[in-house]
């Protein structure tokens, strides 16, 4: 019962992840990235429609054709904006998802793009105690798969502690000769593609269509916000949450379950401003 | 030259603090031109009418935006919340008077201002433009949920107003009442902002946009004054609203919706923040292309609509008002004599 909540919470923190990276690294409110992820559900949706992908394929082809279109954006655009005010920012990643939204309805229309799972991810798994659906506990495997990837990349690789060296400190990393250039480069591209990962994985029950960049845009920062910038359990936790708060909300309280969630960011966020996990800024 | 300026005649930079407030002869155009629109285009005055407000909306969001400094995306609460005081008393048969409800609406909305200020401005960056985001969304969804008084997703419609000084009826189809009405509120409403932002309490908030730290070091209350602006700016945004319920008698939930936020922030880039004039010619500029385009060519228009705001924030941050005025400083630079 419980599982579905989790498997949403885990596509949630597969999108937002990037996006609590980016922003703590560099302080960049993007709101562009609900875009990105709606990008990486298309090409993963085509790839395995057109141009006969398996989905585990189709994955992984969503993920590098965001991830780099994403570092092409990063290096001619966003890197002009680093130091622009936050309005700046807002305003321009505004801008490029209406892009985003306008394009994608020019090149592939306006409706929903069902994406058709494989034979062994539909159904129902027998797990011992219970019968649940196949997708969901494969949402699980792989949610807790990356999060365990991403914590052993950032607290045990060198670029993870350049990255958090980056986000408590930037002008002190940068005295150490860190390059944050080349580091937010890869951070966002790596983000990007992650959110197209979560595109892909959760266009099973949150649909793929053009106004999906902004549709969910509020729950990736809602997310981002509650869990604390650039904090990779952070967002974890708080993705969980959401997700089991919503999925429950939605089915004990159909009416005014969303009400519940804004209330709890709005209280959570007064109660510390920095998010659930994440440190004081000074 | 009065005598307390003749003191300073010789003090260019003290002259121009001082007649800074002072109507500029170029001031009266855009109301005449308000006024030319109304005998001109006798067809097209409902869709003046939503200029006009749309004019006001952005006026609201220019004082906390533009001069306070405040980001923002939750404007559209304050809007929504006018609307829906208008909407509800009229539909209720409680109040329908049209100036006292615009009266209404703007208390109503200045007090969630005030309620939402207090707790919101103690943040700032992301978690603010969060917290303001989330509180329109609930305002929205407590709407949405409260059916039994707001109708719910559908909406208020046919709200019986009545008649503006008891003799000129509304008339949604040849709507001359309202054009001229809307006219003069946004007058009174604009030069209430006129002066405040020319007044010392609109330049310490400058101050505090440009640098909060040294305006605490000075002394200025800052948190206050910025609760201030954010409560004024809010009674602005409920006699938008109102005034909007009252002109198409009806409301629906799209007036709290982020879409209405967002619109209402790019029209005020558009024309420049931070300058009274640039929420006119932001609406203007925004409301005529889209009136025309949208219905033509409505994902070109999204698609234009999105590359002017990425042009605008990497290389005209001052939007069109900006670009004018570099324009004139650029005629009227020393040139060198041939």
């Known amino acids: ?111 929903n793009q069902p994406l058709m799972l494989p034979a062994f991810l539909r159904g129902q798994i027998n797990l011992g105690i219970t019968q649940y659906r196949t997708y969901s506990v494969f949402l699980i495997a792989v949610g807790i798969l990356i999060v365990s990837g991403l914590w052993l990349a950032f607290e045990r690789t060198r670029t993870g502690a350049q990255i958090r060296a980056a986000v408590d400190n930037r002008r002190m990393a940068e005295s150490l000769g860190i390059n944050i250039g080349l580091l937010f480069t890869l951070t966002f591209a790596f983000g990007s593609g992650m959110a197209a990962l979560g595109g892909g994985l959760g266009a099973e029950f949150l649909g793929l269509d053009p106004q999906y960049a902004l549709k969910y845009l509020v729950y990736f920062l809602i997310v981002v916000a509650v869990g604390g910038l650039g904090r990779v359990t952070g967002v974890f936790y708080a993705a969980l949450l959401i997700g089991v708060l919503d999925f429950a909300l939605k089915k004990y309280v159909p009416q005014g379950g969303t009400a519940f969630i804004y209330a709890f960011t709005i209280l959570l966020l007064l109660w510390r401003p920095q998010g659930l996990f994440g440190t004081k800024v000074t | 030259m009065t005598p307390s300026e003749s003191r300073w005649a010789d003090h260019p930079a003290a002259l121009a ?231 198409n008698a009806y409301v629906n939930l799209g007036t709290l919706g982020l879409d209405r936020a967002a619109t209402v922030l790019i029209i005020l880039v558009l024309g420049g923040y931070g300058r009274l004039y640039g929420a006119f010619v932001g609406a203007v500029a925004y409301m005529a292309l889209s009136h025309f385009l949208s219905k033509l060519y409505p994902t070109a228009w999204q698609l234009g609509l999105g590359f002017m705001l990425v042009v605008i924030a990497l290389f005209a941050r001052n939007g069109i008002l900006g670009i004018a005025e570099l324009g004139a400083h650029w005629l009227r630079r020393p040139r060198p004599m041939p």
């Open chain 1, 1 to 111: 019962m419980l599982l579905g909540g989790v498997a949403a919470g885990m596509v949630l923190f597969i999108v937002s992840v990037g996006l609590s990276v980016t922003m703590g690294l560099m302080g960049f409110v993007n709101l562009a990235h609900g875009g990105f992820a709606m990008i990486g559900g298309y090409a993963i949706a085509l790839a395995m429609k057109h141009w006969g992908f398996a989905f585990l394929p189709a994955l992984l082809f969503g993920f590098v054709v965001t991830a780099a279109a994403s570092a092409v954006l990063e290096r001619l655009l966003y890197s002009q904006l680093y130091r622009a005010s936050e309005l700046d920012q807002v305003l321009f990643t505004i801008g490029l998802v209406f892009m985003m939204i306008a394009s994608v309805t020019v090149l592939v229309g306006p409706e």
């Open chain 2, 17 to 247: 603090l001082a007649r800074r407030h002072r109507p500029r002869a170029w001031e009266p155009i855009p109301w005449v031109l308000a006024l030319a629109f109304f005998f001109a285009f006798p067809k097209y005055l409902g869709f003046g009418t939503e200029l006009l407000i749309t004019i006001l909306f952005a006026i609201s969001l220019d004082l906390v935006l533009g001069y306070a400094g405040i980001v923002t995306l939750g404007q559209a609460a304050f809007f929504g919340a006018g609307a829906y005081t208008v909407g509800i008393l009229a539909k209720r048969g409680i109040w329908n008077e049209p100036i006292t409800g615009l009266i209404l609406a703007a208390v109503v909305a200045a007090a969630i201002g005030l309620g939402s200020g207090l707790v919101l401005l103690r943040t700032g960056g992301l978690t603010l433009l969060m917290l303001t985001l989330c509180t329109m969304a609930l305002l929205e969804e407590a709407a949405n949920l409260a059916h039994d008084y707001t109708g719910g997703f559908d909406g208020l419609d046919s709200l019986p107003i009545a008649p503006l000084l008891g003799r000129f009826e509304f008339n949604p189809l040849y709507p001359t009442t309202q054009y001229l009405y809307v006219l003069a509120v946004l007058f009174v409403c604009f030069v209430f902002v006129r002066t405040l932002v020319y007044s010392p309490f609109g330049q310490s908030l400058t101050g505090i946009r440009e640098n909060t730290l040294r305006m605490h070091a000075v002394g200025a209350p800052v948190r206050r004054r910025l609760v201030t602006c954010y409560t004024l700016s809010a009674a602005i945004a409920g006699i938008a609203g109102g005034i909007w319920a009252q002109a």
